[in-house]
């Protein structure tokens, strides 16, 4: 399974981005695809998740700025991000699970400027 990330950039603080990850390959059990992320200097985190069953779940520091969505038939999984802060910059990286476990994209990087 490979996981290729687009629509990172630099954004002024309160602006918008638009992250897509595209999967290829065999999926074999699809569970869930997320949206992490990194920033200098701190480990990786949790962005927001959607399940199969279409449930989502939001890191609290994103909740109702961030919106996950997805599209099945293309594998596609998308990180709507408004409102945009200095703290959200980072690299942004997707992640699909499935049977064999979990598959990462190479990041993208996302940068907001004061």
């Known amino acids: 399974v490979q996981l290729v990330e687009s629509g990172g950039g630099l954004v002024q603080a309160g602006g918008s981005l638009r992250l897509s990850c595209a999967a290829s390959?065999?999926?074999?059990?699809?569970?869930?695809m997320g949206w992490y992320r990194q920033a200098p200097g701190k480990q990786r985190e949790l962005v927001a998740t959607?399940?199969?069953?279409?449930?989502?779940n939001y890191a609290d520091s994103v909740k109702g700025r961030f919106t996950i969505s997805r599209n099945n038939t293309k594998a596609l999984v998308f990180l709507q991000m408004n409102s945009l802060k200095p703290e959200d910059t980072a690299v942004y990286y997707c992640?699909?699970?499935?049977?064999?476990?979990?598959?990462w994209g190479q990041g993208t990087q996302v940068t907001v400027s004061s």
């Open positions: 390959g065999t999926i074999l059990g699809f569970n869930s």
């Open positions: 959607i399940t199969r069953a279409g449930s989502t």
């Open positions: 992640k699909l699970n499935e049977f064999r476990g979990d598959y």
